[in-house]
Structure formats: structure tokens, C-alpha cells
Nanobody
Framework: VQLQASGGGSVQAGDSLRLSCAVSGRTFNNYNVAWFRQAPGQEREFVAAIPWTGKSTYYADSVKGRFTISKDNAGNTVYLQMDSLKPEDTAVYYC???????????????????WGQGTLVTVSS
């Protein structure tokens, strides 16, 4: 299983970006999928997740109402739509997926087995 994150870039505060995470080797259907980010000098933090049921979404308080996580119908790609970007959103964004466990702490990075390479988002004021 390999994850490929893309879509990062340099934008101004208030702009939007859409990140993509493509999976190869299987689909995202029936697996937990999440986005994390890591800013320079800081620990990796949870951003958003879709659980294996696909019936709900979870967000960090810092991005709630601005970011939207979604999955395409085929289950091959997960997106992170980021609107109203702020300078504090600047980070390397990583997508992650697990091996299909049913009851996980979905916002904890240690629950995830597969990680994309990261894509850099830079938001200037």
C-alpha cells in the first residue's frame, strides 16, 4: 500500500487549496483515513479524518468550519479542501491510513500504518 499526497503550494491568507491523497495497492473503502500536519519546530498534529464506515468526518477544532475531508466514490482518493487559509495553517500535510481496525483513536497518529510523503502548504499574510 502506498499513499501519494499532492496539491500543496504557496498561497495568501484567505485563499483555498485542495490536497489529494491517492492510494495504490488497495482502495480507501473500509479503512480509516486521516490528514495530519507538521509545522516547523512543532509536533505532528491531527487535522481531519474519515472513519472506515465513511459515514462521518472528524476535524481538529483549529480547522473546523474551514476544512473539509472527502473521499471519491471509487475510494481511490481522499481530499482535503482547505478554505479561508491562515498563516498558522502553514505546515507539511500528510495523509495516513490504517490496516482496517474498527475501533481506533482516529486522531492519534500512532493508529495509522501507512503514510504519504507529505505536501507543503505555505500561507502568507
Amino acid at each position: 500500500v502506498q499513499l501519494q499526497a499532492s496539491g500543496g503550494g504557496s498561497v495568501q491568507a484567505g485563499d483555498s487549496l485542495r490536497l489529494s491523497c491517492a492510494v495504490s495497492g488497495r482502495t480507501f473503502n473500509n479503512y480509516n483515513v486521516a490528514w495530519f500536519r507538521q509545522a516547523p519546530g512543532q509536533e505532528r498534529e491531527f487535522v481531519a479524518a474519515i472513519p472506515w464506515t465513511g459515514k462521518s468526518t472528524y476535524y481538529a477544532d483549529s480547522v473546523k468550519g474551514r476544512f473539509t475531508i472527502s473521499k471519491d466514490n471509487a475510494g481511490n482518493t481522499v481530499y482535503l479542501q482547505m478554505d479561508s487559509l491562515k498563516p498558522e495553517d502553514t505546515a507539511v500535510y500528510y495523509c495516513a491510513s490504517d490496516r482496517g481496525r474498527r475501533n481506533i483513536a482516529i486522531s492519534r497518529d500512532y493508529e495509522y500504518d501507512y503514510w504519504g510523503q507529505g505536501t507543503l502548504v505555505t500561507v502568507s499574510s
